[in-house]
């Protein structure tokens, strides 16, 4: 058999925005996630057997950073990407943006099978903040889009079971410190794109797992599904089932719809156009759950649409499969273990009732469950040519506990600058100093780091370091002992002052958070080397909290001369201009304050739900809230 499946590099040049410095002020507040629903709000919730005690949802980001550098202007950019292809399918994958497959295009008929983004635009809607429309993603991590959206994968060559090349994709996955992998192929003469999804759990614990696969199609398409029932979740943030919705029904909010698929049935989703044309996504039962999304008919989701992909872009909605049946609910992997299963994504033509019989002539479930089989052993079989690089913080993991990971391989020349002054206190027992002035980087949280940063001497920075592994282990007193401590003799206040106050509002003292913030912001801006990156995101994050802080205990005077020390880029960004109008009212200037409005702003990361510009609108006057900023994902009262 001549195998005829290619894996070439590519540059994709699309209009694109930049992704900008991560936060480097760590992430103390609670996880914002929009995707929660009270026990008590269920109703029949849907009973998994395989979710296991102690599965819980993340109550944090770290030690995972905010990515809110990035804006809205889009200029052509070339981004790299790998090609997949055989005579059938033409698949492009962007190892850099989270191992997206951008493109899935049916070679014979030339038709595009997913929501192909005509621009890379972040928003904020990943857990950790940047994240873009289109294409087939991997969400590891906990309930919500993974903080690995817009950061590279590793990726290498890797022989597939029928002789031919895979695609591999590998990382370490931080909020759960768990390895994972997606091996991408094309059997030869397939009009399947296989995805074969193995993570795995080297800890002596066990550990909850989420994963998400998410395809977006475009809008018109119909979806199919082997259910009747579906766990509904809407505006009102309340799980309840309903018959599966009927293909035209039109709903004005964002809704997620969960099928109910009974046991015995083949887990797969498909989405068809008017004249039954469309994809297919199918998959072993060890990926039991599937659902749809949709951002409704009204403003608000035709906005979001409008925001994530351009002025005259297509709508799309999505369809998912998941490790659980629900996106609310978590996976137990026990320690020492793994799960992992196969996953296909083709054409098909199909009326809807005989979506499935198609389905097994084209896909047979005998014989795909026979090629899970056959993949399960090159799962272990180490890349060959490595076509991209990912993060050093698998390199560290791998380091510290000396794992053996055979199929993804975390070498030692990964590690970058992020890592060597954790490398270097596994190495002595010490975290050494910063060697100049600059915001500190990130904190590990894990308990054996934790445990390192206990027994290291006691240097200032030391305690900043312990101090936030302690406040994220849920040691919040010892936690604020330890950056008290450290404020004597430390170089730089402002980290651990912000710290604090953070800690202060946590516990509903705003008055002393507040001082706090103004200590910190003004300890910054002394120290502020130049107008560097790094020292531009320290400030701009600061100064935001500050501010926020100040005009919440009603230091308006205060909150001004912040906002007048913050440099005039940072000013002129949407997320500053929505705050000025936020200060000028408070300071008894709402003409002002519309004024901002009236000039046109755009918040680039608004937060996937946020009702902040339209509350502020309402303290405005009575006028109907601007369609440019209409964003809202439920009716008003909820």
């Known amino acids: 058999m001549v195998i005829v499946t290619r894996i070439r590099r590519e540059v994709l040049t699309l209009p694109a925005a930049e992704l900008g410095p991560d936060n480097p002020l760590p992430p103390l507040r609670p996880l914002d996630e929009i995707h929660r629903v009270d026990e008590r709000d269920r109703e029949d919730p849907p009973r998994d057997p395989a979710r296991g005690p102690g599965c819980e949802p993340l109550r944090s980001l770290l030690p995972v950073r905010i990515r809110d550098g990035y804006g809205r202007a889009r200029t052509p950019r070339a981004l790299d990407a790998l090609v997949i292809e055989n005579d059938r399918l033409r698949a492009t994958v962007l190892p850099g943006l989270g191992g997206r497959v951008a493109s899935l295009v049916h070679l014979p008929t030339g038709r595009e099978l997913l929501h192909r983004n005509p621009v890379f635009q972040p928003a904020n809607l990943a857990l950790n903040g940047a994240w873009y429309a289109g294409g087939i993603e991997w969400n590891i991590g906990a309930t919500g889009r993974t903080t690995l959206s817009c950061a590279p994968l590793h990726a290498a060559r890797v022989p597939a079971p029928d002789g031919g090349e895979m695609l591999r994709l590998w990382e370490w996955e931080r909020l759960r410190d768990l390895p994972f992998?997606?091996?991408?192929?094309?059997?030869?003469?397939?009009?399947?794109?296989?995805?074969?999804?193995?993570?795995?759990?080297?800890?002596?614990?066990?550990?909850?797992?989420?994963?998400?696969?998410?395809?977006?199609?475009?809008?018109?398409?119909?979806?199919?599904?082997?259910?009747?029932?579906?766990?509904?979740?809407?505006?009102?943030?309340?799980?309840?089932?309903?018959?599966?919705?009927?293909?035209?029904?039109?709903?004005?909010?964002?809704?997620?719809?969960?099928?109910?698929?009974?046991?015995?049935?083949?887990?797969?989703?498909?989405?068809?156009?008017?004249?039954?044309?469309?994809?297919?996504?199918?998959?072993?039962?060890?990926?039991?759950?599937?659902?749809?999304?949709?951002?409704?008919?009204?403003?608000?989701?035709?906005?979001?649409?409008?925001?994530?992909?351009?002025?005259?872009?297509?709508?799309?909605?999505?369809?998912?499969?998941?490790?659980?049946?629900?996106?609310?609910?978590?996976?137990?992997?026990?320690?020492?273990?793994?799960?992992?299963?196969?996953?296909?994504?083709?054409?098909?033509?199909?009326?809807?009732?005989?979506?499935?019989?198609?389905?097994?002539?084209?896909?047979?479930?005998?014989?795909?469950?026979?090629?899970?089989?056959?993949?399960?052993?090159?799962?272990?079989?180490?890349?060959?040519?490595?076509?991209?690089?990912?993060?050093?913080?698998?390199?560290?993991?791998?380091?510290?506990?000396?794992?053996?990971?055979?199929?993804?391989?975390?070498?030692?020349?990964?590690?970058?600058?992020?890592?060597?002054?954790?490398?270097?206190?596994?190495?002595?027992?010490?975290?050494?100093?910063?060697?100049?002035?600059?915001?500190?980087?990130?904190?590990?949280?894990?308990?054996?780091?934790?445990?390192?940063?206990?027994?290291?001497?006691?240097?200032?920075?030391?305690?900043?370091?312990?101090?936030?592994?302690?406040?994220?282990?849920?040691?919040?007193?010892?936690?604020?002992?330890?950056?008290?401590?450290?404020?004597?003799?430390?170089?730089?206040?402002w980290p651990l002052l912000r710290c604090l106050a953070v800690a202060d509002q946590e516990h509903g003292h705003h008055e002393r958070a507040a001082e706090r913030y103004a200590d910190a912001f003004d300890d910054l801006c002394r120290e502020r080397r130049d107008d560097g990156e790094a020292w531009t995101a320290a400030s701009a994050a600061l100064g935001r909290e500050a501010v926020e802080a100040l005009l919440r205990v009603r230091r308006v005077a205060d909150a001004r001369a912040v906002w007048e020390a913050l440099l005039p880029e940072t000013r002129a960004r949407g997320r500053f201009r929505l705050l000025e109008a936020e200060l000028l009212l408070a300071e008894g200037r709402p003409a002002a304050a519309r004024a901002v409005f009236d000039a046109g702003f755009e918040v680039a990361d608004l937060r996937e739900g946020s009702e902040a510009l339209g509350r502020l609108w309402e303290r405005l006057g009575d006028e109907p809230l601007p369609a440019r900023y209409d964003f809202r994902m439920r009716p008003q009262g909820l």
């Open 181 to 493: 992998q997606v091996d991408l192929w094309l059997p030869d003469g397939s009009d399947f794109l296989y995805a074969g999804v193995r993570v795995r759990n080297p800890h002596e614990h066990p550990v909850p797992v989420h994963w998400w696969s998410n395809t977006a199609v475009p809008q018109d398409r119909r979806i199919v599904v082997p259910a009747e029932e579906a766990w509904e979740f809407g505006p009102e943030r309340r799980l309840h089932r309903v018959p599966v919705p009927a293909y035209d029904a039109r709903h004005p909010y964002p809704v997620d719809w969960f099928y109910d698929i009974p046991d015995r049935r083949r887990r797969w989703i498909a989405a068809l156009d008017a004249d039954g044309h469309g994809l297919v996504q199918a998959s072993t039962d060890e990926l039991r759950g599937r659902k749809q999304f949709v951002w409704g008919s009204g403003p608000g989701g035709r906005r979001w649409q409008e925001w994530l992909g351009g002025p005259g872009t297509d709508g799309y909605r999505e369809i998912q499969a998941g490790l659980a049946r629900t996106q609310l609910e978590h996976v137990r992997l026990d320690a020492a273990s793994e799960c992992c299963w196969l996953e296909a994504y083709g054409p098909l033509s199909a009326a809807p009732h005989d979506v499935e019989e198609r389905l097994e002539l084209a896909l047979p479930r005998a014989g795909f469950d026979a090629a899970h089989a056959a993949w399960k052993p090159y799962a272990d079989t180490e890349p060959g040519e490595l076509l991209a690089t990912g993060s050093g913080w698998g390199a560290l993991e791998v380091l510290r506990a000396d794992r053996k990971l055979p199929g993804t391989p975390f070498p030692e020349p990964t590690l970058t600058e992020e890592q060597a002054p954790w490398r270097e206190l596994l190495r002595t027992g010490t975290l050494p100093e910063p060697r100049r002035v600059r915001p500190p980087g990130p904190t590990l949280v894990a308990p054996h780091w934790r445990d390192m940063l206990e027994t290291a001497p006691a240097t200032p920075h030391t305690e900043y370091h312990l101090g936030v592994a302690q406040w994220h282990a849920g040691d919040r007193a010892q936690a604020v002992r330890s950056w008290e401590r450290a404020l004597p003799l430390a170089p730089s206040l």
